[in-house]
């Protein structure tokens, strides 16, 4: 079994979370929170940063973890066991734009509207586990 390892990050600021619409796998265009793999050598922290700057164009800070999401998944090569760790974060600056190959479009949700906008459990999990904080 395939083993990958991801970093992302929930965005919030304002009563609202940050939000992607990409296109998954299977073709379908859905909403989801930024994320991605960490590369060579690179800390989950750092990778989740990276990762929301690409995605948004929103340079952010963690300000603590919130979730880590496990689950399992197939691709041509096989089943994938999949972690993803996930940092509460705080927007810092604007510093450019979404990377237009990944992303379709970002956009700020209301935090009581994400799980309803989100298409996989474990976006769903995650946006549970940051009303529970009281944020």
């Known amino acids: 079994m395939l083993r990958e390892?991801?970093?992302?990050?929930?965005?919030h600021r304002e009563g609202k979370v940050l939000m992607v619409r990409v296109q998954n796998l299977k073709g379908d265009k859905v909403w989801t929170f930024p994320k991605g793999h960490l590369d060579?050598?690179?800390t989950p922290e750092a990778a989740a940063v990276r990762e929301v700057?690409?995605?948004?164009?929103?340079?952010?800070?963690i300000v603590s973890p919130l979730f880590t999401a496990r689950y399992f998944?197939?691709?041509?090569?096989?089943k994938v066991s999949k972690t993803v760790d996930w940092y509460l974060m705080q927007p810092e600056k604007k510093t450019g734009k979404p990377d237009a190959n990944e992303v379709l479009a970002a956009k700020w949700v209301p935090s009581d509207e994400a799980a309803g906008?989100?298409?996989y459990p474990s976006d769903k999990q995650l946006i549970e586990a940051?009303?529970?904080?009281g944020l």
């Open 73 to 78: 998944f197939t691709r041509s090569q096989g």
């Open 5 to 11: 390892h991801a970093a992302g990050g929930l965005v």
């Open 40 to 42: 060579q050598g690179e």
């Open 53 to 61: 700057q690409e995605e948004t164009g929103w340079l952010c800070r």
């Open 117 to 119: 906008l989100a298409t």
């Open 130 to 133: 940051f009303l529970n904080k």
